[in-house]
Nanobody, 123 residues
Framework: QVQLAESGGGLVQAGGSLRLSCAAS????????MGWFRQAPGKEREFVAA????????YYADSVKGRFTISRDNAKNTVYLQMNSLKPEDTAVYYC????????????????WGQGTQVTVSS
């Protein structure tokens, strides 16, 4: 059983920064690619960023490219999402997930999900 726990969310003003963390249980963390998704009220869950198992490849949604950075520390079983230049439209619950499929930006490629952390960006 894999457990993922996000942290680091909060309230920030537009233009500010936050760093989200996702701590994973289990010994196989480093064998899997990981991803971040977000879901705003009344909207579908959408892809934000993904990272390969070794961290050598990263992928981003166009809406966050150049502002967000995904990274991982396999020694700590943790994946991060550094969010800079935040905008009110970034307000959402952010989820990390373990990728088992081939399509990084598809929800169906992920099997285990965290409980989410709220990010609120005020204007």
């Amino acid at each position: 059983q894999v457990q993922l726990a996000e942290s680091g969310g909060g309230l920030v003003q537009a233009g500010g920064s936050l760093r989200l963390s996702c701590a994973a249980s289990g010994r196989t963390f480093s064998a899997y690619a990981m991803g971040w998704f977000r879901q705003a009220p009344g909207k579908e869950r959408e892809f934000v960023a993904a990272i390969s198992w070794r961290g050598s490849s990263t992928y981003y949604a166009d809406s966050v490219k150049g502002r967000f950075t995904i990274s991982r520390d396999n020694a700590k079983n943790t994946v991060y999402l550094q969010m800079n230049s935040l905008k009110p439209e970034d307000t959402a619950v952010y989820y990390c997930a373990r990728r088992v499929g081939s399509n990084s930006n598809s929800i169906t490629s992920y099997d285990y999900w965290g409980q989410g952390t709220q990010v609120t960006v005020s204007s």
